[in-house]
Structures are given as C-alpha cells and as structure tokens.
C-alpha cells in the first residue's frame, strides 16, 4: 500500500520566516495530495490541495509543489505568523473518493 | 455544504466496556464516509471506510468494527475495549470537490 514519509516531525521558526515542510509517497498512481492543518485538540482542516496535474499552487501565504517523478511533495509557508502554529499533516491518495494516506505529521511553533 | 456530526464529543470507559460512537453526515448523499483513529501526538490512521450502505473495508486488524446502517450514518463499535484503544476518533467524509475530506468534531476516548 501507499506509504507517505513526513519530514521535519517538528519545526520551529521566527514570525516573518518561511517555513517548509517535505513529504514523499510510495505508490506512483496517487493523483491527489491535500494539506491539513490540526490546532491543538480540533479537527484536521484541510488548507491547500494539489493533483497530480499541477506541479504548483499557491494560495496567498501558502503553497504546495508536487515533483511526480521524485514522488514527493511539499508546503510552504511565507511571511509566518504566531497563529500558523499547528500540526500539519500531508497526504495521498490514488483515485477519486478513495481513502487517504496520511504522514504522521510537522508540529510547527512560530515564535514572536 | 456537508456537515459532520459525531457523538460523544469525550467518553472515558473501563477496559472490557462496549464502544459505540455516532457519526451522521447532513447535506450530502451516498457520500463515502471514513474513520480514523488519532494517538496522542501522532498521525492519523484509517481504521474503515464505506462506500455505502452495508458497504465497509477495513485496512487494519484491530479490536474495533463498523457499521453503515443508513446513507448518512457510520458506527464504530468494539465489544471489549483496551487501553491501547484510547485516542482521538474522527469521522471524515468526501466534501465538495471529488477528493476533498472533510472531517468531524471528533471523539476522544480514554479507556482506563
């Protein structure tokens, strides 16, 4: 099965900084590959996604770069703030409505 | 939109109790739906997923079963609990677009 490595397990960084966080999956048929963002006892929201179509995408502070043919994937985050402090999770998974593969995810501290 | 409830939001059993957790999804049908588990401080692992009624896989071997009784409900159940069942349980399900999870509040079970 599909097996997704994370990589820092954790991060920390000074308001302002840029912030990257680096995933690698195993199974070359996954096509789809979101970014959650988990604060401290809620829910995983998901904050940007990428598929296997698109080597980039950015949504304001954030974005995500997909290499298919190294199999791995990664978030950025520019310009971070306190607030960004939180667990990120990356995943993958290899069709439409199919489970998701999960990294054991980054705990990312932005220090004032 | 897709709204996902799950119930109880905290339970602490004794070991050798029964579990029955609830999660229902408003807004959607036939929706595929997903349930994982979360250890203190780790990642996120998949125990089921449905794909309709009646219609569950489960990707590890554990003390823990599932239900789909209706459309818009999944159960997760156990007989006897154990410690190492302790975790943050949530239920997740396809929102919007054709991959996109999105999770519900959570439950976080303590067995003692």
């Known amino acids: 099965g599909e097996n997704v490595e994370q990589h820092p397990s954790t991060l920390s960084v000074q308001e302002g900084d840029s912030a990257v966080i680096k995933c690698t999956y195993s199974d070359s048929a996954s096509n789809y590959f979101p970014w959650y963002k988990q604060e401290l006892g809620k829910r995983p929201q998901l904050i940007i996604d990428i598929r296997s179509n698109v080597g980039e995408k950015k949504d304001q502070r954030i974005a995500v770069t997909l290499n298919k043919t190294a199999k791995h994937f990664s978030l950025h985050i520019t310009e971070t703030q306190p607030e960004d402090s939180a667990v990120y999770f990356c995943?993958?998974?290899?069709?439409?409505?199919?489970?998701?593969?999960f990294g054991k995810g980054t705990s990312l501290l932005v220090t004032p | 939109s897709q709204t996902i409830h799950q119930w109880p939001a905290t339970l602490v059993q004794p070991v050798g109790s029964p579990l029955s957790l609830e999660c229902t999804v408003e807004g959607t049908s036939n929706p595929n739906l997903y349930w994982y588990r979360q250890a203190a401080g780790r990642g996120l692992q998949l125990l089921f997923y449905?794909?309709?009624?009646?219609?569950i896989s489960s990707e590890v071997p554990q003390n823990l079963s599932a239900s789909r009784p209706q459309d818009r409900q999944f159960i997760l159940s156990s007989k006897k609990l154990l410690l190492s069942d302790s975790g943050f349980y949530l239920c997740a399900g396809l929102a919007g677009g054709p991959d996109e999870q999105f999770f519900g509040p959570g439950t976080r079970l303590t067995v003692l």
């Open positions: 995943a993958a998974s290899k069709r439409s409505g199919y489970a998701l593969n």
């Open positions: 449905s794909v309709g009624i009646g219609q």
